[in-house]
């Protein structure tokens, strides 16, 4: 398994032909016909890999991508002339560093790190270290390492396709993340417009439940740029009503969570929220605006009324 990870795929295919024929010989013809597909899986892999001629060594092939703020840098890894895998690793960028810089940190970090140092590494941009990384790699390797800029050819074609992949893979993650921050800061901004508010960054909603009118809780969600923050999550026992009183079971928690006096630095309640949803229409939301007056703090409320399958269908807010 590790050589054929490795890409040493003819040691594998004599194992698995031979396999096969004890099998059939021994008349266990199940077993033949698996090995016969395992062998044929080998060769179509040993097929997509090789990636150019057999004459080449052991190398690893590095080109980036970048923009104003992140780099992706992609790593293809050659054992024995095929491409036996691929790798890429994003990087924050702090200022208007070029690529060549970049590249020359990478490589810095990747390879005092890696287990297995190729005998050639292919780079689209010369480094300022060159030499002296080279003479580190060496060393570890035990052979001679170098770095070699690609200019033309077949070379230049694979650095180019390592550089494509990379600014794929940058390209893909700007959308998956313009997406995620329509969905979730996008959200935001959404009822921000609906109410008049803008940079609604924490949000907090409250519920009561309880069992047949016994046993109140109350509940508060925190979302954070359109993100549930779980861990800012809390419930609260009620303790001060008997029986199933929503109005003043909230006026207990929202009083107990404005008046609760933090332990730390930070906890969940050190930091006030920007919006307060409440979990019903015109009374919860009085309720909310009652507490906060008479504590002198000064938050938007809203209401989620809710449809008949308890879905919300708007927000109730200033009547």
Avoid at 117 to 123: G, L, S, T
Avoid at 181 to 200: C, D, K
Wanted: charge should be neutral.
């Amino acid at each position: 398994a590790v050589g054929f990870l490795n890409g040493q795929d003819e040691p594998v295919m004599k194992y698995l032909e031979e396999k096969m024929r004890t099998a059939s010989e021994t008349m266990e013809f199940e077993k033949a016909i698996e090995y016969r597909d395992l062998l044929e899986s080998v060769r179509k892999v040993a097929q997509k890999q090789k990636i150019t001629s057999q004459s080449m060594e052991d190398r690893d092939i590095i080109a980036m991508a970048k923009d104003e703020r992140d780099a992706v840098v992609q790593v293809f890894f050659v054992r024995d002339g095929k491409l036996i895998g691929r790798e890429h690793f994003h990087m924050n960028l702090t200022g208007s560093e070029s690529k060549a810089e970049i590249l020359n940190s990478f490589v810095k970090q990747f390879y005092a790190g890696t287990p297995f140092v190729p005998h050639e590494i292919w780079v689209q941009e010369e480094l300022e270290d060159a030499e002296v990384i080279a003479s580190f790699l060496t060393a570890r390797r035990g052979q001679k390492v170098r770095f070699v800029v690609p200019k033309m050819g077949e070379k230049e074609r694979l650095v180019e396709l390592a550089e494509k992949n990379a600014k794929m893979v940058l390209s893909q993650d700007k959308e998956k993340i313009k997406r995620e921050e329509l969905r979730t800061i996008g959200a935001m901004n959404q009822i921000g417009s609906w109410i008049g508010l803008s940079g609604i960054k924490r949000v907090e909603a409250y519920d009561i439940s309880n069992i047949s009118g016994f046993e109140s809780v109350g509940s508060m969600v925190v979302y954070e740029k359109g993100k549930p923050k779980r861990n800012d999550y809390r419930k609260f026992k009620i303790k001060s009503v008997q029986g199933p009183d929503d109005y003043a079971s909230m006026e207990e928690v929202l009083t107990r969570r404005f008046t609760h006096e933090s332990k730390g630095e930070y906890d969940s309640f050190s930091i006030l929220p920007d919006l307060i949803l409440m979990d019903g229409g015109r009374g919860q939301v009085n309720i909310a605006r009652k507490v906060l007056g008479e504590l002198g703090i000064d938050i938007p409320v809203c209401g989620m009324v809710k449809d008949d399958n308890h879905r919300t269908r708007g927000v109730y807010f200033n009547n």
